[in-house]
């Protein structure tokens, strides 16, 4: 069945570092990809997604492109702040919805 | 915006206790669902619904039930809590069934339950 693995955590950088948070997914056919964000004490909010190879989903300086070949959608963001310290899980639609299981990512000053 | 509501952030109930989630979505959503979220094991899917009156068991149903009566309100029921349905709850819904982007699933701020 459809999975999604991604990069265990956690994840500790500095101010302005730059972040890759590794995603692969499984699935049959061509599933859209999603990465999700939750700060902390709150619930998930949809960060940005793909629909089809080669897509870029952007937001909030965040990047990640849908690749069929690899079967990844890595989530990347060149210089990061404070106020992304959160857990980021990435998502696969297909047929049904599934996460992975969440990188927490602090960032210090 | 599409918004999804969880009827209380924190709850602290007592074992034995029956337990009600609420939760409410006001997009018309065909698709609701439960998750709870422990650390380490990211979110598991408790139950979720489809259509009103509708309901099929996520990967941890034991110990919860669900009522749909309402497209709009979708309600997680712990029947007799135990202390290790300590966790947070979240409620998510999702336009409709089907694949790609009619999937995207629109969270609630989660309740945090706990049981002494």
């Known amino acids: 069945g459809d999975s999604v693995t991604q990069m265990e955590g956690p994840v500790t950088l500095s101010e302005e570092a730059c972040l890759t948070i590794n995603c692969t997914y499984t699935a049959t056919g061509y599933p859209s990809l999603f990465w999700y964000v939750q700060y902390p004490g709150e619930g998930l909010q949809l960060l940005l997604k793909?629909?089809?190879?080669?897509d870029k989903g952007s937001n909030k300086g965040f990047e990640a492109t849908y690749r069929k070949e690899t079967t990844s959608f890595h989530l990347e963001k060149g210089s990061v702040q404070v106020s992304d310290s959160a857990v980021y899980f990435c998502?696969?639609?297909?047929?049904?919805?599934?996460f992975g299981t969440g990188t927490s990512l602090t960032v210090i000053p | 915006d599409v918004k999804v509501t969880q009827s209380s952030r924190y709850l602290v109930k007592r074992t034995g206790e029956k337990v009600f989630l609420e939760c409410v979505q006001d997009m018309d959503h065909e698709n609701m669902f439960w998750y709870r979220q422990d650390p380490g094991l990211g979110l598991r899917l408790i139950y979720f619904?489809?259509?009103?009156?509708?309901?099929e068991k996520g990967d941890i149903p034991e110990g919860y039930s669900v009522s749909r009566e309402k497209k709009e309100r979708f309600s997680l029921i712990l029947e007799s809590a135990s202390t290790n349905q300590t966790s947070m709850y979240l409620c998510a819904s999702s336009l409709q069934s089907g694949w790609g982007a009619k999937n995207i699933q629109y969270f609630g701020a989660g309740t945090r339950l706990s049981v002494l």
């Open positions: 998502g696969v639609a297909g047929n049904q919805f599934y």
């Open positions: 793909a629909t089809k190879a080669d």
């Open positions: 619904s489809y259509d009103v009156k509708m309901k």
